[in-house]
């Protein structure tokens, strides 16, 4: 699949986003940060930058952004439609709860419950993305039951390595966060791992002679193109990625995406450091993490591959 | 509206005898020259006589070989969309701009209402739908709803264009839902197929596989393959010591 980049940085940011807006929100609903005034200024503001930010990139995908709004009204059989749904109704209980905690310094209830409803809806929104991937038959390599729980422990991980940093920021710094961030990347990069050997050993399914029906006769091939030159179909489903690119790519995905940010996380609760050094750590951390996640997300279109190229030549997919 | 209707009260559809396509894309050509003024006007082109020409066409003509030798054939496949009785490319699509009619079953894009989000391309296994860069919207085969119910137009056009023009009557339209229709019994006759059946969304539209191989056809004078000799002559011209040494050189400096 064509990896367009307004689709990558859509689901990155809005994910870290979303990330962010659920773990900032529950640690200071379990009491573990306190709701004091710049660091949720700071909080809410980086939320709702990169959520916006993936959403606005999201509509700068369609063909006609101006009627994006006609996307909430087909929740009952689509995905997108659901996704966009949750999204822009997590802005209400989100809002809410920041302006508690920023105006009056005050999460208690009945704010509190604006803050576990912004959990719930943010969680729900990156489940939501995942499932849009997860719900097309046409691309084995999405149809699989780990691109949803995949989608929802980038999203926690990359979030809890942007909490951990904006927490050092504001001198308030909170072992839980960088204990989270360590638990979820290191569980990311095992299912990844684990997603990765699950769709390399899986053998292709579909065949070019299923495709046309003509298995019957023998061996099916193309001899003639239908167009001389790439069309929609083949631009935007017949990407490919040379496998050695491939496997150069997932080796800085794990590296810059769960090992170095792992690794800056844990020395920062471990040596003690000053409070310079320990921001500087957190900030490598989500600097390095930032870098990963976009690579794992290009792979992840550009590794996919569609049914519709067994008509172009793909003998299995 | 995204929802799909339980039943429909037709299934018009496309049969396609892929045992008399002669490949000469006059259902493409054609099908473009009504399509791009009708419906889902304008089937946009880019750099039309250029080096890179690419546009909006809903129906493509694939030209595949088969088997080997003897029983080897020279496939030609028009390839459009399918009309599914379930069909992904409507329930994922968020806007309802993609429906499918509960009177004949075609399955149509609204391009006043579609967001150009391209997500029911990526669901159709078929590669039946193309984005039309200039419009911002999707487009796709209409069954020529604009011609099958016009009556404005003669009795004996009132088909798909694809078909009208095909000059092998390689392609035939009915409903497929009717078990006494023609093209059901064509169908019956001749065992026509479904393209992947295994993705589940049921195609309407049904391709007649070719016919077996006539007996004692090309059994006397089975071509050799022309490649099979050609092969021979540089391999010979390389045993020289020269070449052998440019080769050894070759393999050792790539390395």
């Known amino acids: 699949m064509h990896p367009a980049y307004s689709v990558i940085l859509f689901t990155t940011a809005s994910g870290a986003g979303y990330g962010l807006l659920a773990l900032g929100s529950l640690l200071a609903l379990l009491g573990v940060i306190q ?58 209980p989100a809002g809410l709860f920041a302006f508690g905690w920023v105006i009056f310094g005050n999460i208690s209830p009945p704010w509190n419950l604006a803050g576990w409803i912004t959990c719930i809806c943010a969680i729900v929104t990156v489940w939501c993305t995942g499932m849009i991937y997860a719900s097309l038959k046409t691309i084995p390599n999405w149809h699989h039951p780990l691109i949803a729980p995949l989608y929802l422990l ?68 193309p001899l003639e193109p239908p167009h001389a030159q790439p069309n929609y179909v083949m631009r935007e489903m017949g990407f490919a990625v040379a496998r050695k690119h491939a496997v150069r790519l997932r080796l800085l995905a794990v590296l810059f995406g769960f090992t170095l940010p792992i690794a ?51 003998q299995t997919v | 509206m995204t929802m799909l209707p339980e039943k429909t009260d037709k299934k018009l559809g496309l049969v396609i005898d892929l045992d008399i396509c002669v490949g000469c894309h006059a259902c493409v050509t054609s099908c473009k020259e009504w399509n791009t003024s009708g419906y889902s006007a304008p089937l946009t082109d880019f750099n039309p006589y250029g080096a890179d020409p690419h546009g909006t066409w809903l129906n493509r003509v694939h030209t595949y070989e088969a088997g080997e030798g003897h029983d080897g054939r020279t496939v030609h496949f028009p390839r459009s969309c399918l009309h599914c009785e379930e ?72 088909i798909p264009a694809c078909v009208r023009a095909c000059p092998t009557s390689a392609r035939h339209f009915g409903d497929l839902g009717d078990p006494k229709s023609d093209v059901s019994k064509l169908v019956a006759k001749r065992e026509g197929y479904d393209l992947m059946p295994e993705m589940g969304y049921k195609p309407v539209n049904k391709y007649l596989p070719p016919r077996p191989a006539r007996d004692g056809r090309a059994t006397t004078d089975t071509p050799t393959r022309p490649n099979a000799q050609q092969g021979k002559e540089p391999s010979s011209g390389t045993t020289s010591t020269a070449d052998k040494f440019f080769a050894w050189a070759d393999t050792v400096l790539s390395r």
């Not at chain 1, 916006?52 to 995908?61: A, D, R, Y």
């Not at chain 1, 979030?159 to 920021?169: E, P, T």
């Not at chain 2, 150009?116 to 796709?140: H, I, N, Q, T």
């Open chain 1, 35 to 92: 709701p004091e005034r710049w660091l949720g200024f700071a909080l809410f503001g980086i939320a709702f930058a990169l959520i916006t930010l993936g959403l606005l990139s999201s509509t700068f995908h369609l063909g006609r952004p101006e009627r994006a709004w006609r996307a909430f009204s087909q929740w009952r059989t689509s995905w997108l439609s659901r996704e966009g749904i949750i999204a822009a109704f997590t802005y209400a």
């Open chain 1, 154 to 221: 980038l999203a926690i991980a990359s979030g809890s390595v942007l909490l951990n940093m904006v927490l050092h920021l504001f001198r308030q710094p909170a072992e839980i966060a960088g204990y989270i961030a360590i638990v979820s990347l290191t569980a990311g990069c095992l299912v990844k791992l684990l997603y990765w050997r699950s769709i390399d050993g899986a053998p292709g399914t579909h065949t070019a002679e299923q495709a046309t029906g003509l298995g019957t006769i023998g061996k099916v091939r």
């Open chain 1, 264 to 314: 800056t996380t844990v020395l920062v609760l471990t040596l003690n450091a000053s409070v310079g050094l320990s921001i500087l750590g957190s900030v490598t951390a989500f600097t390095s993490m930032a870098i990963g996640m976009v690579i794992e997300r290009w792979l992840f279109f550009a590794e996919a591959r569609h049914v519709v190229t067994l008509y172009y030549g793909a």
């Open chain 2, 87 to 158: 069909p992904a490319c409507v329930t994922v699509c968020p806007t309802g701009a993609s429906y499918k009619r509960e009177e004949d079953g075609i399955v149509l894009v609204n391009p006043d209402t579609c967001i150009g989000c391209k997500l029911c391309s990526w669901a159709c296994p078929y590669g039946a739908r193309e984005y039309d860069y200039a419009e911002g919207v999707m487009k796709k085969c209409t069954l020529c709803v604009d011609r099958i119910y016009n009556e404005t137009i003669p009795k004996e056009d009132r």
